[in-house]
């Protein structure tokens, strides 16, 4: 496998699996490596280290101290061997701030031919943070050039209405 092409994946620690396994399955179609990327929204990178560690400050002023960001371990712990079974390089990067223009910034970078981002839960939280932060897949649809696939993590039935659907 040559693996030319890169693929970008945005990752979160609470998110399900299906994101990075969608992911993965459009890499082994592709023949292409896959970075996955986390974007921590609290915080805007200040510097970057040698080895690619951010260092990382709140936007909020009493939100904590400027530190040094990687990757969560448990996301390396369990997607590194699923990309290695399937036989699919794969690559973490740790950044911060909005997550569709980090997403979008790496994707530039590696030259990525895509980007797999995952839906929110429809929880009321979840709700309220898409209405104040705005949808991650919109946001990247909207701002760069390749394509997004939006992998759903939680349908609903076409009979449920929408959260933001105020006809229903």
Known sequence: MGQSATLVVG??????????????????????SLVCVQ???SRFVVDTKDDGTIVAAPFDPDG???????????IVSWAA?????????????????????MLAQVADEVGAILIVVGTRRPTLGA????????????????????PVVVV?????????????DATR
């Open 11 to 32: 990752v979160t620690s609470h998110q399900p699996r299906t994101v990075i396994e969608q992911a993965l399955v459009f890499a082994r179609r592709f023949d292409a």
């Open 39 to 41: 974007v921590d929204p």
């Open 127 to 146: 709700t309220v943070r898409q209405f104040f932060a705005g949808s991650v897949s919109a946001g990247l649809t909207h701002r760069q050039h390749r």
């Open 152 to 164: 759903p993590l939680d349908p609903v039935s076409p009979e449920t209405p929408l959260p933001w």
């Open 81 to 101: 061997p699923l990309a290695d079974s399937a036989g699919i390089a794969c690559s973490f990067v740790a950044t911060a701030g909005d997550p569709a223009r």
């Open 64 to 74: 904590g101290d400027v530190v040094d960001e990687g990757i969560d371990p448990d």
